[in-house]
């Protein structure tokens, strides 16, 4: 699914970098859908390298590096989104820089429901008889979801 209509989005995620003198200060905030429960929730910022890591003055959630400092993670609270906590956000300061190093960020999260909620009630057997034991699990993987 590809959607620039926020309201068919599961996560909205928006970034305001600014510079300040010797500071580039960075607000990003995120807002879930009440649609789904997200899981494994990871929010990743590309960053230029730098000799120290961002200061991190705000977080909802847990801030680590990557493998390397270009693009940290910042983890959703408990990597958990639900009713508990559809917003937050996460505020730091680095060196001055261009704003647009900061973009694109990459959002992985998984769900256990769908947009449509189609499920399988039962299956079929191609040759008779009684029908066969069947395991169901529904699941959403983002495999490319970024803000750009």
């Known amino acids: 699914m590809q959607s620039v209509d926020e309201s068919n ?17 960075v ?6 859908s009440s649609m789904f429960d997200l899981r494994n929730v990871v929010i990743s910022v590309p960053l230029p390298a730098f000799r120290e890591a961002p200061n991190v003055k705000q977080i909802d959630g847990e ?20 009713n508990s906590n559809r917003s937050g956000s996460l505020e730091f300061i680095v060196p001055p820089v261009d704003s ?13 429901k769908t947009f449509s909620d ?4 039962n299956v079929a057997p191609l040759r008779g008889g009684p029908p066969p034991k069947f395991f ?3 699941t959403v993987i983002t495999e490319n979801y970024q803000v750009v």
């Open 9 to 25: 989005v599961p996560l909205t995620i928006n970034c305001w970098p600014s510079v300040s003198g010797n500071e580039t200060y």
């Open 27 to 32: 607000s990003i905030e995120y807002e879930a």
């Open 63 to 82: 801030w680590s590096p990557g493998m390397t400092q270009e693009i940290p993670s910042w983890n959703g609270p408990y990597f958990f989104i639900d």
């Open 100 to 112: 647009s190093v900061f973009f694109p960020i990459s959002v992985r999260f998984t769900a256990t």
């Open 118 to 121: 189609l499920k399988v009630v």
């Open 136 to 138: 169901q699990r529904t």
